[in-house]
């Protein structure tokens, strides 16, 4: 029975994409402005829980809790396996997203024999393409690092951040660096490397005003400032001074003065992170600020419908997310919040007391790591029908570069 799921998805998917190619009139130009948004082990599970959250906070069951992007015209289904792995990680599944190949898990923007692989964002900016590469975890965590790096190991932070000048991009933000003086503490301050080779490295809005007018920047939150961001920590905290929303507007407002096409790839990194732990409300938040970000590109999008694509996907999901339980057909999102917010949003409960929590909310959590079901992708605008239907994960590149 299990076996015939993913068939029926894509029977289901490809009907909608024949339909959606019937009332979309074939164009050839070009999309001048992409937006790849890409949710770290949001499954459609994920989705959906925080959807009803929504339906929750407005009361309702359903219906008006409606994410942004899952409003989006079309939508696809794509497979996430990696080379040697049906589960795959998110280097693997970055590196795919990234380049359109497959490689092993662990390994980054390569070949499992050490073949480098080329991001199509270097072929972009070949193009004229300003870049903008953005997450709300480190700059040098896997899923950005996909998109400029090469390493034998997600895991060499150091030796990827080295990586950044060669690339000659416009625009990165994120958390901060990973590793900041190596894994042993003994090398230079890496900030210093890399602006010593023509990049700006500012530490919170403050000095980032002070500093915009620089031509190739990398925006980090203050409180990282000449030190290891943190790995995996997923506790609310109020010295995250620059939302992720914050960053893709601040990478529009960069772009959009000189009126040249752009690229800008924006993970929510950390929805992964709370997955793992199976922290179900810290989750809904993750989710929600990912959707926020992705407004501001569809708020960008509504003034150039013409000329912009947007494209919503994750790179696997996390924690075999299930929306159902044994203790009845209801979710008691008024628990999981009131628990919540009386911890002052804190991760505080220990791993069995956040199990109890989710069972008696009806809310299953299978696993701490990856599960390999195919996640969802949605897209509006210019090309945006070619995500319809049922595809695997090194197609998307593919169908943004045909989108472009």
């Given at each position: 029975m299990k076996s015939t799921i993913f068939p029926i998805i894509c029977i289901l998917s490809a009907m909608l994409a024949i339909n959606s190619c019937n009332n979309a009139?074939?164009?050839k130009t070009q999309a001048k402005y992409i937006f790849l948004f890409i949710g770290d082990g949001m499954g459609q599970a994920q989705m959906a829980a925080t959807e009803s959250y929504l339906a929750y906070k407005n009361g309702e069951l359903g219906g008006i809790g409606r994410l942004s992007f899952t409003k989006f015209p079309y939508t696809g289904m794509a497979?996430?396996?990696?080379?040697?792995?049906?589960?795959?990680?998110?280097?693997a599944a970055g590196t795919a997203l990234a380049t359109g190949r497959k490689t092993n898990n662990h390994v980054l923007g390569q070949s499992p024999d050490g073949e480098p692989y080329r991001s199509y964002t270097y072929d972009l900016k070949d193009k004229g393409y300003r870049i903008g590469i953005i997450s709300n975890v480190p700059v040098n965590h896997a899923t950005p690092a996909s998109f400029y790096a090469h390493a034998a190991s997600r895991s060499d932070y150091y030796e990827i951040s080295l990586q950044i000048p060669d690339t000659g991009f416009?625009?990165?933000?994120?958390?901060g660096f990973l590793d900041f003086n190596g894994k042993k503490g003994d090398k230079e301050d890496i900030d210093s490397i890399i602006e010593s080779k023509g990049y700006t490295v500012s530490y919170g809005m403050t000095e980032y005003e002070a500093e915009k007018d620089a031509e190739k920047i990398i925006l980090c939150q203050a409180a990282n400032k000449k030190t290891a961001s943190k790995?995996?920590?997923?506790e609310h905290t109020e010295d995250q001074d620059i939302s992720l929303a914050e960053m893709v507007e601040t990478a529009i407002d960069?772009?959009?003065?000189?009126?040249?096409p752009f690229?800008?790839?924006a993970e929510g990194g950390t929805i992964d992170w709370a997955s793992h732990d199976n922290r179900t409300m810290?989750?809904?938040?993750?989710?929600?600020?990912?959707?926020?970000?992705?407004?501001?590109?569809?708020?960008?999008?509504?003034?150039h419908p013409d000329e912009t694509l947007i494209v919503v996907t994750a790179d696997h999901e996390t924690g075999g997310l299930t929306l159902t339980d044994d203790n009845g057909e209801m979710f008691d999102w008024e628990m999981l919040e009131d628990s919540w917010e009386k911890?002052?949003?804190q991760d505080v409960l220990s791993d069995e007391e956040n199990a109890g929590l989710n069972g008696k909310a009806n809310i299953g959590w299978s696993s701490t790591g990856h599960s390999g079901i195919p996640v969802p992708v949605y897209a509006i605008g210019k090309g945006a029908e070619k995500f319809s239907g049922c595809y695997d994960n090194t197609d998307i590149s593919k169908k943004i570069m045909l989108a472009e």
């Open positions: 009139a074939p164009d497979t996430t396996y990696s080379a040697n792995k049906s589960i795959t990680c998110s280097s416009d625009f990165f933000a994120g958390d790995d995996y920590v997923v960069r772009f959009k003065a000189d009126g040249k690229f800008i790839m810290s989750m809904t938040e993750k989710v929600l600020e990912l959707d926020a970000a992705i407004k501001e590109a569809y708020e960008f999008y509504l003034a911890a002052d949003k």
